[in-house]
């Protein structure tokens, strides 16, 4: 089952309490597909500068990625940099500079229309329905977003979310999407919207998942130490999405072993700066973690 994303590539900046990290490569679309890929064939679209090292497609491309949907234009790559307070709960954007992503209009190449599971990532939700309408009948779509979009194009917003069958996004998203302070409620009126499929992510106290069968609630992974939260939640996502491929099921029990696995893989992410986790991980870790996991919510 193939999965296709869309979304941001990036060279990030990074500060946590427990150190820095300078220009490694990130954005949401490569959290996403390196989580994906143990699970399934991955498919990845987005927008790179003249500066982009091969070196991090070829990174990709030995995780299974087909990175055919990567385009690189003139100019520089995404660039962010931010630095984490020390719950590692909130932190300040030093600085963004988009380069080309500015100007990312993404065009799916003809091999990727048949995509079974898709998934849209942080960026405007114009583009986002973009990338729905090149897709063939998917068998399940998903999207994030973020209060950004929320605020300033809420209009094509809710034009999107009206098309996709799941929404991941964050306790405090929710709220402000909706106006509900109670997440039940919130989630009451999102999925009003189209969605029939939430997932609220909570950071270190887990995820919740709502769906036709209720609410299913998934700790976080208890880790001794964290090193640098950038990326969980697109790995999360990549860890959800995949697992969904794998399985070929979108009944909820394949959707809460999906949030398992999705926890799973942010909590490997979270281990290391920037990707660097990934590029050791093995399936073998991934099984062994869920088992944990399984161990750690059983009564």
Same mark, same amino acid.
């Given at each position: 089952?193939?999965?296709?994303?869309?979304?941001?590539?990036?060279?990030?900046?990074?500060?946590?309490?427990?150190?820095?990290?300078?220009?490694?490569?990130?954005?949401?679309?490569?959290?996403?597909?390196?989580?994906?890929?143990?699970?399934?064939? &991955? =498919? !990845? @679209? /987005?927008?790179?500068? %003249?500066?982009? $090292?091969?070196?991090?497609?070829?990174?990709?491309?030995? +995780? *299974?990625?087909?990175?055919?949907?990567?385009?690189?234009?003139?100019?520089?790559?995404?660039?962010?940099?931010?630095?984490?307070?020390?719950?590692?709960?909130?932190?300040?954007?030093?600085?963004?500079?988009?380069?080309?992503?500015?100007?990312?209009?993404?065009?799916?190449?003809?091999?990727?229309?048949?995509?079974?599971?898709?998934?849209?990532?942080?960026?405007?939700?114009?583009?986002?329905?973009?990338?729905?309408?090149?897709?063939?009948?998917?068998?399940?779509?998903?999207?994030?977003?973020?209060?950004?979009?929320?605020?300033?194009?809420?209009?094509?917003?809710?034009?999107?979310?009206?098309?996709?069958?799941?929404?991941?996004?964050?306790?405090?998203?929710?709220?402000?999407?909706?106006?509900?302070?109670?997440? &039940? =409620? !919130? @989630? /009451?009126?999102?999925? %009003?919207?189209? $969605?029939?499929?939430?997932?609220?992510?909570?950071?270190? +106290? *887990?995820?919740?998942?709502?769906?036709?069968?209720?609410?299913?609630?998934?700790?976080?992974?208890?880790?001794?130490?964290?090193?640098?939260?950038?990326?969980?939640?697109?790995?999360?996502?990549?860890?959800?999405?995949?697992?969904?491929?794998?399985?070929?099921?979108?009944?909820?029990?394949?959707?809460?072993?999906?949030?398992?696995?999705?926890?799973?893989?942010?909590?490997?992410?979270?281990?290391?700066?920037?990707?660097?986790?990934?590029?050791?991980?093995?399936?073998?870790?991934?099984?062994?973690?869920?088992?944990?996991?399984?161990?750690?919510?059983?009564?």
């Amino acid at each position: 089952m193939s999965v296709l994303v869309v979304g941001s590539i990036a060279f990030d900046d990074i500060e946590t309490p427990s150190g820095r990290a300078k220009g490694v490569l990130g954005g949401a679309a490569c959290y996403f597909s390196l989580a994906a890929s143990y699970f399934a064939p &991955v =498919r !990845a @679209v /987005g927008v790179v500068g %003249s500066d982009f $090292p091969d070196a991090h497609l070829e990174f990709l491309r030995a +995780h *299974g990625v087909d990175t055919q949907g990567i385009y690189r234009s003139e100019g520089s790559t995404f660039r962010w940099g931010g630095r984490y307070r020390e719950s590692l709960n909130e932190r300040d954007t030093l600085f963004t500079d988009l380069g080309v992503f500015d100007g990312f209009n993404p065009d799916l190449p003809e091999a990727y229309h048949d995509s079974e599971y898709v998934f849209l990532a942080n960026i405007h939700p114009s583009l986002q329905l973009r990338v729905l309408e090149q897709a063939h009948a998917p068998r399940f779509t998903a999207m994030d977003t973020m209060d950004f979009w929320i605020e300033g194009a809420r209009e094509e917003l809710e034009r999107t979310l009206a098309r996709v069958d799941g929404l991941v996004i964050n306790d405090q998203e929710a709220r402000q999407l909706t106006g509900e302070r109670n997440l &039940v =409620r !919130a @989630v /009451g009126a999102i999925r %009003s919207l189209g $969605p029939r499929i939430v997932i609220i992510k909570r950071g270190e +106290h *887990g995820a919740l998942l709502f769906d036709q069968e209720g609410i299913f609630s998934a700790p976080a992974f208890p880790l001794r130490e964290i090193q640098d939260p950038t990326g969980a939640g697109d790995s999360f996502a990549g860890g959800f999405v995949g697992a969904l491929a794998r399985e070929g099921k979108l009944d909820s029990g394949a959707l809460r072993r999906a949030v398992i696995y999705g926890s799973v893989l942010a909590s490997f992410c979270v281990e290391c700066f920037g990707l660097d986790r990934f590029r050791e991980l093995e399936s073998q870790q991934i099984e062994e973690r869920f088992a944990h996991f399984r161990a750690l919510t059983t009564f």
